[in-house]
C-alpha cells in the first residue's frame, strides 16, 4: 500500500479518535491530521519518499562533507605545523573518503541523532524518544520492528509523552490509532499485500 493510501487510512484513525474524546473542530482537524502523519511513521525504516522529507539529501551532506575535508587539508598544508600539517591533512582525507559511503540510510541516522540531542536540550522526552525511534528505523530491515507490536508499543509511548507536553486530549489515541492502521493496512489477509508484517518479532518471524 502506498503513502498516500496510509495516511487517508491515519486520517480516519485519527478523527475517530478525536469523536471518541469529544474533540471541538479544531483539535479534531490537528487530531486527524496527526493520525494520518503518524500512519506514515512505520515506513521510515525504508528508503522512500518519507524518508527523504524526514532529511536532508545524502548528496548535499557528501557534497558539505568533501568541501569541508577539502578545506581541512588545505589550512592543514599552509597554516599547521609539525604533526599538525600531517595529522590534519589525514583527517581531511579521511573525510573525503568516508563521504563517499554516506547513503539516504545514514541521514535518517544522523537525523534521529539530532532530534534526540534536541530532546536533551528542551528536556522533552517525547522529541528524545522520537530521534531514538528515527535511529533504530534507520537500521533495521523493512517491516520488520517498525511493523510489529513492539514497534506499536514503542511508538504508544511517544504519543503518551506528546500528550502529556502539549496537553492536546486524544493525540495519545490519534498517534497510536494512525500507526497501528499502518500495520492493519499492510497485513497479509488483504488481498493486494503479498507480504505480511511480523507482529511478534523478535520472537517469532510469523508474517500475518
Do not use: C
Not at 178 to 187: C, F, K, N, R, V
Amino acid at each position: 500500500m502506498d503513502g498516500t493510501s496510509h495516511m487517508a487510512i491515519g486520517a480516519a484513525a485519527g478523527f475517530g479518535a478525536a469523536s471518541a474524546v469529544g474533540a471541538d473542530l479544531e483539535a479534531t482537524l490537528i487530531l486527524s491530521a496527526l493520525g494520518g502523519l503518524t500512519a506514515l511513521m512505520p515506513d521510515a525504516d525504508i528508503d522512500g519518499k518519507l524518508r527523504n522529507r524526514l532529511t536532508f539529501s545524502h548528496h548535499f551532506i557528501r557534497s558539505v562533507a568533501q568541501i569541508a575535508g577539502f578545506l581541512m587539508i588545505m589550512y592543514s598544508f599552509f597554516q599547521g605545523k609539525g604533526n599538525e600539517i600531517w595529522t590534519g591533512m589525514g583527517a581531511g582525507a579521511a573525510i573525503i573518503v568516508l563521504s563517499a559511503f554516506i547513503r539516504q540510510r545514514h541521514m535518517l541516522t544522523m537525523t534521529g541523532a539530532g532530534i534526540a540531542a534536541g530532546g536533551f536540550s528542551l528536556q522533552e522526552t517525547w522529541v528524545i524518544l522520537l530521534g531514538i525511534f528515527m535511529i533504530i528505523a534507520s537500521f533495521v530491515p523493512h517491516r520488520s520492528y517498525t511493523h510489529s507490536i513492539a514497534g506499536l508499543l514503542f511508538f504508544a509511548v511517544i504519543a503518551s509523552q506528546f500528550e502529556q507536553a502539549t496537553g492536546l486530549q486524544g493525540s495519545f489515541y490519534a498517534g497510536t490509532a494512525g500507526y497501528a492502521s499502518h500495520l492493519i493496512a499492510d497485513m497479509k489477509i488483504l488481498p493486494f499485500n503479498r507480504r505480511g508484517v511480523k507482529f511478534f518479532l523478535p520472537f517469532s518471524s510469523k508474517e500475518f
